[in-house]
């Protein structure tokens, strides 16, 4: 094999890899767009966030100030005053509202060996590019001389 050859396998192997970590690799393209997404979903569960402690502060400040608010959320908890008559009607659930603080979001980080992977498959894929190249030309070498 010519060294026009080894060259050629040693630059199509860089390239082909280095498009292969660029597009697909830890820090590449693809990762970025994943990194994108869960930034949006992020964004979206801090709006929720946001929501909810807005409610929760209106509540708080509904019970410091309010005595029927008071009174309501005790007798959901099942405190009445003495000369109150209790009714239960079989069948009916009470309402209790318990709070969802938030959803825990993660991230799930990407393999620590895709970039090796990565460039092994593009040494390889310009390793067999350049022998289908080297064998057609031969083929075409051969098929000229018959000819």
């Known amino acids: 094999m010519k060294l026009s050859h080894i060259v050629l396998i040693i630059y199509l192997g860089l390239i082909i890899g280095s498009l292969l970590i660029f597009f697909l690799g830890d820090e590449g393209w693809y990762q970025y767009k994943v990194l994108l997404n ?12 946001k929501q909810t402690h807005s409610d929760l502060s209106r509540q ?16 959901e908890l099942g405190y009445y005053r003495p000369d109150e008559t209790v009714i239960n009607i079989n069948g009916s659930r009470p309402t209790h509202n318990f709070y969802e603080v ?5 991230r799930i980080p990407s393999s620590k060996n895709r970039n090796l992977i990565l460039r092994i498959i593009g040494i390889a894929l310009s390793t067999l590019c350049v022998l289908l190249f080297v064998l057609l030309k ?3 070498r051969h098929d000229y001389k018959r000819g």
């Open 60 to 75: 708080l400040e509904a019970l410091r100030t309010s005595p029927e608010v008071i009174r309501l959320l005790a007798r």
């Open 102 to 106: 938030g959803k825990l979001l993660k």
């Open 138 to 140: 031969k083929r075409k």
């Open 38 to 49: 869960h930034e949006e979903k992020l964004k979206k569960n801090l709006e929720h966030l």
